[in-house]
């Protein structure tokens, strides 16, 4: 069974930082690509950040210049830096991966649980 528990999420204020973490467990074959998501209250989920396999990241534009996305050399761990962050930032954040399993060996879409975010003024 493929996890992902998200952590690093809290409250800060405008312009501080925070650096979120998700961590991939299971068994695996491949992971494609993997991102950040965020959903504020009352709102549709929306893509953050996204980086594939060969590292190739995409931001959102709200996000360019002040996010970076990355992962450590196992690519099981994603990381998201969140510099100069503003109170529409505020959201519940969310990992997913796209991950090959030994189960069917086909690409499925995995998510985590969600990790709070909260920048006040």
């Known amino acids: 069974q493929v996890q992902l528990v998200e952590s690093g999420g809290g409250a800060v204020q405008a312009g501080g930082s925070l650096r979120l973490s998700c961590v991939v467990s299971?068994?695996?074959?491949?992971?494609?690509?993997m991102g950040w998501y965020r959903q504020a209250p009352g709102m549709q989920r929306d893509w953050v950040a996204i980086?594939?396999?060969?590292?190739?990241?995409n931001y959102a534009d709200s996000v360019k210049g002040r996010f970076t996305i990355s992962r450590d050399n196992s690519g099981r761990t994603l990381y998201l830096q969140m510099n100069s962050l503003k109170p529409e930032d505020t959201a519940v954040y969310y990992c997913?991966?796209?991950?090959?399993?030994?189960?069917?060996?086909?690409?499925?879409?995995?998510w985590g649980k969600g990790t709070q975010v909260t920048v006040s003024s």
């Open positions: 299971g068994s695996i074959v491949k992971i494609n690509s």
């Open positions: 980086i594939s396999d060969d590292d190739t990241a």
């Open positions: 997913n991966a796209d991950v090959v399993t030994p189960m069917t060996f086909t690409a499925m879409d995995f």
